[in-house]
């Protein structure tokens, strides 16, 4: 069973920037894919970012490309995303969540793949 605990999230004003860590437990970091998702009030949950342990498998959604980044720390068991130039659209609770295989571009941005999700991480942005 995978344990996954995100944190990081805060108040941000516009143009700012956040690194939101997902810490993982319960995992080998070997043969593995990690998502993040985000979901905003009255809005369905969406895609971010996602990682696999194929290589070269990192995927964006057009909505945060050029911004963000989504990186691992395997000594740390630590999944990170890094968001810059943070506008209020932004504004959302992040979620991490993990599955223990190597996803391709399709099934790495799908919710549904995933077996093990955190609590999430609150994201404002906000002047």
């Known amino acids: 069973q995978l344990q996954l605990v995100e944190s990081g999230g805060g108040l941000v004003q516009p143009g700012g920037s956040l690194r939101l860590s997902c810490a993982i437990s319960?995992?080998?970091?070997?043969?593995?894919?990690i998502g993040w998702f985000r979901q905003a009030p009255g809005k369905e949950r969406e895609v971010v970012s996602c990682i696999s342990s194929s290589e070269g498998s990192t995927n964006y959604a057009d909505s945060v490309a050029g911004r963000v980044t989504i990186s691992t720390d395997n000594a740390k068991k630590t999944v990170y995303l890094q968001m810059n130039s943070l506008q209020p659209e932004d504004t959302a609770v992040y979620y991490c969540?993990?599955?223990?295989?190597?996803?391709?571009?399709?099934?790495?941005?799908?919710?549904?793949?995933?077996?093990?999700w955190g609590q999430g991480t609150q994201v404002t942005v906000s002047s």
């Open positions: 319960g995992f080998t970091f070997d043969t593995y894919a």
């Open positions: 969540a993990g599955v223990r295989r190597p996803l391709l571009y399709s099934e790495c941005m799908s919710q549904y793949e995933y077996d093990y």
